[in-house]
């Protein structure tokens, strides 16, 4: 048996749209931080990561695929609908009058307000992606985990669940085209008038 995809196959849809998800955050983020909130300082915005916050990290944002579902199969298309986990952990050091957990539990409910403002945000209904990529996004979701109170580092951890609904294409099988086709029509004349007849 020999292959019959002789091309590169492409991503799929749902593999931009998880970077594009991260760019935006990590842009916005750093903008609120440079110019209007202080809050939004992050020590970076990735994707698919597994390592746990570390004691050098203050707060970081992982953008992840949670799942997939296909409906509205056609010949070379379906819709699918994504979720994505946009996970945010925060850390923070205890101070006099200022309890670690206390301040790490608010710094990530504030950054989990901004990322879902960002999401949801008019502008980027499309994800900036080209009209008719994307079919509806919506921030359906917010999770809290409880704090370890055997911690001492003080992290926190919540999640943003962004669904985000777009088609998925391959190319159809070339058809060839017909090199001649005939069409016999007649002529006929009846008492209401001329009538066409194939």
Known sequence: MSALINYTIPKRNFEPIRDRIAQILLVELNNQYLNYNPNCNVDGVYIERKKPIDQTELAFVNVSVING???SKTQGSK???YQYAIDIFTRAASESNKPGDKESQILLESLLSICDYILEDPQYKTLLFAPGTIGGILVG?????????????NVSMGRLILTVR?????LLKYAPILQQSFTVSNLAYTN???QYIS
Do not use: P, W
């Open 166 to 170: 777009t088609e998925e294409t391959n």
């Open 141 to 153: 979701e917010m999770q809290l985990r409880e704090q370890n109170v055997e911690d001492a580092s």
């Open 192 to 194: 209401k008038g001329y």
């Open 69 to 71: 579902v296909f409906d």
């Open 79 to 81: 819709d699918g609908t």
